[in-house]
């Protein structure tokens, strides 16, 4: 006979590694498949201060101690596969691999995670984590008095423009447009810090600097001109994007393409959960993650015991 694990995760970021450990823990038959990296977005953030019980921690290492942690407590997870084909509506879900192999499970966790939208310039790669950042709450704390740069005109943009206002000597923020899409309390709130300038009509050409993010190329998209701006960091905020394209038409997705969940991540679909970065919610942090992955787990366990009583 074929095995049947109990609890079958998709994705081995934050989320799907919390859901493995509690999964696991609770002696479910617990297996994790990762189409790419284990870790996910952790792995990618060069130092995590605000992890409660860790004062500092690279996030490769934070995310080994959580596969570690996993695997000790005897969750199966495979990472690196091609996943080819998903049969979620069943009473045991099935993916098929690209090597032909099926795994079932009477359970799913969806934790795909997401990522933020990059401008895709020159110099991007190089300087992801020595200067360029999506994310303030994780990184503001190492840009004190220092000179940054915002990209963005939403409501992110625009918050995030001000709270870094309190570590920073000064930020310009930069948009496309002529106005702004945010709402008019955080347009108002933002023009009237004195610690934020504003470039408009212009977008990002290019990171350049030497071993750090030393200055960023601006072109002004009306008359083309082409300007530097010297800046010690830059954090943009053009929009998130959830890896769920492959669930369309099998779990419902919002219009920003975020996985639709209750309060106990639980999806329209009997036995599938989704948690971390891919489902709806406002805040995306590894300590969100970590939560939904937990109570994803636990409501998995609960509608397997249920159904096996």
């Known amino acids: ?26 002696k479910l038959d617990t297996l994790i498949l990762s189409e790419g990296v284990t870790g996910g977005q952790m792995v990618l953030t060069n130092e995590i201060a605000n992890y409660p019980g860790a004062e500092m921690v690279k996030g490769y290492e934070l995310a080994d ?31 098929e691999l690209e090597d032909g192999r099926v795994f079932r499970a009477k359970t799913v966790i969806l934790a795909p995670g997401g990522k933020p939208r990059s401008l895709s310039i020159p110099g991007e790669k190089e300087y992801e984590g020595r200067g360029i950042s999506y994310c303030a709450t994780c990184d503001a704390d190492f840009f004190r008095d220092k ?4 990209v963005g005109g939403g409501n992110s ?18 948009h496309q447009f002529d106005h702004f899409q ?26 350049e600097g030497n071993g750090t993010l030393q200055k960023v190329q601006i072109e002004h998209l009306k008359t083309g001109a082409l300007t530097y701006l010297e800046t010690d960091g830059v954090f943009v905020f053009i929009g998130y994007m959830p890896n769920t394209t492959v669930f369309k038409g099998m779990v419902a997705l919002n219009e920003r393409n975020e996985i639709v969940v209750d309060e106990s991540m639980k999806t329209n679909l009997p036995g599938v959960f989704a948690a971390g970065d891919c489902v709806t919610k406002r805040y995306r942090q590894v300590t969100t993650a970590v939560s939904d992955g937990t109570i994803a787990a636990l409501s ?4 397997v015991r249920s159904a096996s009583v």
Not at 158 to 170: G, M, P, R, Y
Not at 182 to 207: D, G, Q
Not at 300 to 303: K, N, S
């Open 1 to 26: 006979m074929e095995k049947i694990y109990d609890v079958m995760i998709l994705g081995a970021g934050a989320a799907g590694l919390s859901a493995g450990i509690y999964a696991s823990r609770g």
């Open 65 to 95: 101690i959580m596969k570690r942690q996993a695997k000790s407590f005897g969750c199966t997870l495979k990472a690196n596969v091609k996943i080819v084909a998903y049969r979620l509506a069943e009473e045991i879900k099935e993916v």
């Open 300 to 303: 998995a366990t609960e509608y």
């Open 157 to 174: 943009a625009l918050e995030e423009a001000v709270t870094l206002t309190h570590f920073a000597s000064h930020v310009t923020v930069v």
């Open 182 to 207: 945010a709402f008019a309390h955080a347009v108002e709130e933002a023009k009237s810090n004195p610690k934020i300038s504003f470039i408009m009509e212009s977008e990002l050409r290019a990171y």
């Open 147 to 150: 000179k940054l740069v915002v």
